[in-house]
């Protein structure tokens, strides 16, 4: 990199592409309600996602403070042709929020109504209750508003709890709770600055194109700057079971009769590390429920399906709720987990597809891909089919009631980038490839937070029927096709469209 002045290392400005000096003086001259900078340190931590495997440097950086202060940048950016990536906490597995060159919206790095959770606004005591967000706001600040007035998110949310929700909302947002969809099925409204530099209300009934084409559409039509998300009331308590099976075809079938009998709130499978060298992987099944009670009934199963194990602990909701983002902060501080290089990958199945996949995934893990600092983790969340209802959200073929998410966390525990490593990422990834292209045979789609697109998976067939619909209505909203490029999905409209 080029660069310019004479501050301290990690202060210096680069210097950027063609159109900065343009850039500045027009944000400067017109009053914008935000800043940019091109500060070597802020240019490289906007380089890289969570997956640490790419690194694509932007010409700029631009933190916002309103809604005004994005329709400013992208209405600047859209005739020149600028690229522009949104980025919420960086924790994308891919490319979705990284630009070669273009300038980066930093939604959570300003100090204004993009990271402000505003308050609880209670519709129907003790049953429903609103509350609008900033995209830049995290999942954590979230909760702790809407926990203090008794509410949680009525969806529930991803168990990290460090992203932002414009972050989530563009990808869709899975939790543990199997009788809901994802989290853009319970928000009700959104503002956003369309790729033309309109600032919108969208809602269900006004402006409904672009609201659907938003939740879940990886932010190609426009910023969400906030979002409306309905909460419903909170228990005071989570009985928490870990059941411990030998098994996988065994934990799945325990899963599904705790389905069958609604038993549990949240629900879901997950494969850890061998107890010993040489066994095989522990399939724990983690069954909680939401309850006022101090000591309520464990969940109930039959003979046969009963766990080899099983640990039974009672804790306030807020403490299940922190529980993950725990450890992961426990990650980043002792094991360096923020550098670390990662290969995660997320998909949709029907329920009977899941087995077999898992059995897969699971048996491509070696003893030394267990043997980390870092755990490796493989994750099976089920979610009632009938509960999604946004159409820019791709569900697996078929007609079980249930369809499963299933997530392979694998963690290199490297942060070089030799050969070596080299040769490891791209062994993975080939293994990775084959599995997955049983998945796309199944019918099954992709959780998109991770860059399947480049495994053999167009993003036309991902959309299925609903590709012509999404395409025209982002090319209508967002017609310079210049936001979050790094998805893949602006040059695949493109193609469509004829562009």
């Known amino acids: ?69 994005v329709r400013q940048l992208i209405a600047w950016a859209g005739p020149r042709g600028v690229e522009v990536a949104v980025r919420g906490a960086g924790h ?52 702790e508003t809407a926990m203090r007035e008794g509410y949680r998110p009525a969806a529930g949310l991803p168990d990290y709890h460090g992203l932002t929700l414009g972050g989530v909302l563009s990808v869709g947002g899975l939790s543990a709770f199997p009788r809901k969809g994802a989290v853009i099925d319970e ?29 879940g559409g990886l932010g190609v039509i426009g910023v969400i700057t906030s979002a409306d998300v309905e909460l419903v009331p909170v228990a005071g308590r989570v009985q928490m079971e870990r059941l411990r099976y030998a098994g996988l075809g065994t934990a799945l079938a325990a899963m599904e ?26 399939c724990e ?60 990958d997320d998909v949709l199945l029907d329920w009977p597809s899941a087995e077999p996949y898992l059995a897969s995934r699971i ?16 994750l099976a969340f089920p979610h009632r089919r009938s509960a999604f209802t946004r159409p820019a959200f791709a569900l697996p073929t078929g007609s079980h009631e249930y369809v499963v998410s299933t997530g392979v966390l694998r963690d290199l525990d490297q942060v070089s980038t030799g050969a070596d490593v080299a040769d490891r990422v791209a062994s993975i990834g080939s293994a990775r490839e084959r599995a997955l292209a049983t998945v796309w045979e199944e019918g099954g789609v992709a959780y998109p937070y991770w860059d399947f697109w480049k495994t053999g998976r167009p993003w036309p067939e991902q959309f299925g029927p609903r590709w012509e619909w999404f395409s025209r209505t982002v090319e209508e909203h967002s017609p310079y096709l ?18």
């Not at 490319?95 to 129907?124: Q, Y």
């Not at 069954?287 to 009670?293: D, R």
């Not at 999905?489 to 562009?499: E, F, H, V």
Request: charged share 25%; aromatic share 6%; with cysteine.
């Open 257 to 282: 009769t705790l389905l069958a009998d609604d038993a549990c709130h949240e629900l879901y499978l997950w494969v850890q590390r061998p107890d010993k060298p040489g066994e095989d992987p522990v």
């Open 1 to 69: 990199m080029s660069l310019r002045g004479t501050t301290s290392k990690g202060m210096a400005e680069v210097a950027g592409p063609h159109w900065l000096p343009e850039l500045r003086e027009v944000a400067t001259r017109e009053g914008w309600d935000g800043r940019v900078s091109v500060v070597e340190s802020m240019l490289r931590r906007m380089s890289r996602g969570a997956s640490n495997l790419q690194e694509w440097v932007p010409g700029a950086v631009y933190v916002p403070r309103t809604a005004e202060g």
């Open 187 to 215: 928000i009700s409204a959104l503002t956003l600055v369309t790729g033309d530099g309109t600032v919108m209300r969208a809602t269900p009934q006004h402006h409904a194109e672009v609201f659907h084409a938003a939740l």
């Open 482 to 499: 210049n936001l979050n490029a790094g998805t893949g999905l602006p040059s695949a409209i493109r193609a469509t469209r004829k562009r």
């Open 363 to 378: 048996a491509d893990l070696t003893e030394q891909d267990w043997d980390t600092t870092i755990p490796q983790f493989v």
């Open 92 to 143: 994308s597995m891919s490319s979705h929020a990284l630009t070669k060159g273009g300038v980066v919206i930093a939604m959570a790095d300003g100090d204004g109504e993009l990271t402000e959770v505003g308050p609880v606004r209670v519709i129907e005591p003790g049953q429903r209750a609103v509350v609008t967000v900033g995209a830049g706001a995290t999942l954590v600040a979230l909760e």
């Open 285 to 344: 099944v983690h069954a909680y429920v939401h309850t006022h009670e101090a000591d309520p009934e464990p969940v109930k199963l039959p003979e046969h399906l009963r766990p080899r194990q099983s640990n039974r602990e009672v804790v306030s909701y807020a403490d299940r709720s922190r529980m993950i983002t725990d450890l992961f902060t426990h990650l980043q501080e002792r094991a360096n987990w923020n550098f670390t290089l990662k290969m995660w």
